[in-house]
């Protein structure tokens, strides 16, 4: 097992305060980090953390997103819908 691979070392930025990087790319290092974890386990961890982390609210979101989200008000619907309890 690998003992305290370290921290991320990889590409980041500072958005809203917090030190951010590519889900992809965080993934990959901790896989790279820990050999002994696959890759499905290493996602399911990121996730995990990231719900610990974040209480599950994006840190950041696609720029398209708000064009998907005119699209919705356009057609009227302005109910918030229910929250998934899935994790992608």
Known sequence: ??????RYS???VELDGQEVAGFTE??????DEHPEVSLQTARALVLSEYEAA??????A???????????LIA?????APA???DVA
Request: proline share 5%.
């Open 83 to 85: 929250q998934s309890e």
């Open 61 to 71: 979101v696609p720029v398209d997103v708000v064009e998907g989200v005119d699209e």
């Open 75 to 79: 057609e009227g619907r302005t109910e």
């Open 54 to 59: 974040t209480g599950g609210t994006p840190v």
């Open 1 to 6: 097992m690998t003992q305290n691979a370290g």
């Open 26 to 31: 965080v993934v990959a290092h901790v896989a």
């Open 10 to 12: 990889g590409d980041s």
